[in-house]
């Protein structure tokens, strides 16, 4: 599996948690990939965009950063001069839906139901202890005007685009969207590239639901679909395998230890995510991850009990 933080996913992060007020989107270029079929992927800062391109118009997956929107225009521009007809979000976090309010005006946004609440509401965000940010409340121009509470399928281009929802996984808003005629998957961040991830308990999210979200969609992919993940390179089934294989393991590593009575500090002190630490991140640090872990399990913030939003 890829480990290696990349450029988009530094952006995530540095702006998430500057609540993107010190980013200079100026200097960020976009990167058009065609991934396979018909499907095409975009990247730039923050989440990775996702793109049906036909005759009956795009398609878009995600849309990034408010200040990237026009960026996101031109790139979509130069693959073709049909309209967008939709935008689906994967989840709610602003580099992901950043671009809603102005592509809301050329069509419609569909996104789960939990989406929509929570851009409308904003709230604190995180994993319940030090990796943390608030998703200030967004405009009504920016709140998806389609919702649903388990799946849709869009009908364009030839193509049955299936938007799936998968609980409280990433957050508890994740839907996973299918190309099936190109043979591609957008995994939203249920998998990303970087690393240990990031899971928003705060946001509903939770590391048994990550894992059944990206199991369950391994057992029902093609071996030679092309992934697009939420931060990162295209990538494969294997790619993913080695990730929910991590998840497993280190899920296990933190469930065992409870089991023998160990507190949070005393995981800490004996590493016991050590044979994993290939995957520690600048954002998603070893010890950060086993806060996420932990608390996930626990429903306790290190400890203390952890009030959802």
């Known amino acids: 599996m890829r480990t290696l933080t990349n450029l988009s996913a530094l952006l995530l992060f540095a702006s998430v948690l500057a609540k993107g007020q010190d980013e200079d989107f100026s200097k960020v270029q976009m990167k058009v990939t065609k991934v396979a079929g018909n499907v095409y ?17 795009i398609v878009v997956v995600d849309d990034q950063y408010a200040p990237l929107a026009e960026k996101i225009q031109a790139a979509l521009k130069s693959i073709s001069d049909k309209p967008i007809r939709f935008i689906i979000n994967t989840h709610y976090h602003e580099d992901h839906t950043g671009g809603n309010l102005y592509f809301q005006k050329q069509a419609p946004i569909i996104a789960h139901d939990n989406v ?100 369950t969609v391994i057992a029902q992919l093609p071996p030679d679909v092309k992934v697009i993940p939420g931060h990162g390179p295209v990538s494969t089934v294997d790619d993913m395998r080695a990730y929910v294989k991590m998840l497993k393991e280190t899920r296990e590593a933190v469930q065992t230890a409870l089991k023998q009575g160990k507190t949070f500090e005393e995981m800490k002190r004996a590493g016991i995510l050590d044979p994993w630490k ?3 991140g600048d954002f998603i640090t070893e010890d950060a991850y086993l806060e996420t872990l932990y608390n996930s399990l626990t429903g306790q913030k290190n400890g203390k009990f952890i009030p959802h939003n």
């Open 116 to 215: 929509r609440k929570r851009l409308e509401k904003g709230g604190d965000a995180g994993n319940g202890s030090s990796v943390h940010f608030e998703a200030k409340p967004q405009p009504a121009g920016a709140l998806p005007i389609l919702t649903f509470d388990h799946d849709v399928t869009v009908h364009l281009n030839g193509e049955d685009i299936r938007a799936l929802y998968f609980p409280a996984g990433h957050t508890d808003g994740d839907c996973i969207i299918f190309f099936p005629k190109s043979n591609v998957v957008h995994m939203g961040d249920d998998f990303g590239t970087y690393g240990f991830p990031f899971i928003d308990i705060d946001s509903g999210g939770s590391i048994n639901g990550m894992i059944n979200a990206v199991a």
């Open 278 to 280: 290939k995957f520690a």
């Open 41 to 57: 992927m975009l990247e730039g800062a923050g989440g990775n965009i996702g793109a049906s391109v036909g005759e009956d118009g």
